[in-house]
């Protein structure tokens, strides 16, 4: 998705959880640094997921691990210039395994819930608007 901010402005929204609880998770117990491991929060759902953090660099990309214990996934944030004011936010995440119905169902949730996030980030950077999208999602 295409965020009209700076490729910086960008990353930090991900990288510092004092921006991040303002569009996608509740609360984290620190920032995004390479050899981290996190624990994030959906205060809303009374979810959480701890995040191990395998690579940042700076303005540029965030890898990190997070899911099942047995079997984690791996999450890639790319940031990648287009103007001076205008930054591409590619999200990926690879790694799962199971049934084809698993498979389908997690597509699914993770492309939703990317998609939720990146479009309230976006939002919030280049308005200033806390959409509460990701807490609204699926209300309780």
Not at 2 to 28: E, G, H, L, M, N
Not at 107 to 135: R, Y
Request: hydrophobic fraction near 40%.
């Amino acid at each position: 998705m295409i965020v009209r901010a700076p490729a910086t402005k960008a990353f930090q929204a991900f990288a510092d959880p004092a921006v991040t609880t303002r569009f996608w998770y509740s609360k984290s117990s620190g920032p995004m640094v390479s050899g981290a491991t996190l624990r994030w929060e959906w205060e809303t759902y009374g979810a959480s997921a701890e995040v191990h953090v395998k690579e940042v660099d700076e303005g540029r990309l965030i890898r990190f691990e997070w899911g099942n214990y047995e079997q984690p996934t791996t999450v890639e944030l790319k940031f990648t210039p287009r103007t001076a004011d205008a930054t591409f936010v590619e999200v990926t995440e690879t790694g799962f395994t199971g049934s084809d119905d698993d498979a389908f169902q997690w597509v699914n949730d993770t492309v939703g819930g990317f998609t939720t996030a990146l479009c309230a980030m976006k939002a919030l950077l280049e308005h200033g608007i806390e959409l509460n999208a990701v807490p609204d999602h699926h209300p309780v």
